[in-house]
């Protein structure tokens, strides 16, 4: 769990920075043309895609920077930005170890 305080990003025009995000995107991938493996996954109804070519769909941000970094042309669309933060379910896990 990323976090739990986010802002919502509309869709967008300028190019962003695979790099400075953290959240969940809505984007369009293009896998580069020497792939031979798909790096970003995705589900449709009835199967699991790891699509070579281009496609749109949601990502984690940290598989956004992994195919980045390996020849992968991401265009964000839309998505949701989480502030990093850790221990989020310490107060959660707390109260339930108290009640057992």
Request: aromatic share 20%.
């Amino acid at each position: 769990m990323p976090g739990i305080s986010c802002d919502k990003l509309d869709y967008y025009s300028a190019k962003m920075h695979v790099e400075k995000l953290f959240g969940f995107f809505y984007c369009d991938a293009i896998s580069p043309k020497d792939s031979y493996l798909g790096l970003l996954p995705y589900r449709t109804k009835s199967v699991l895609k790891s699509p070579l070519g281009s496609w749109t769909a949601w990502y984690f941000s940290e598989e956004l920077k992994f195919a980045s970094a390996n020849g992968y042309k991401i265009k964000v669309l839309k998505g949701y930005f989480f502030k990093k933060q850790s221990n989020v379910f310490n107060t959660y896990v707390e109260k339930l170890y108290e009640i057992k």
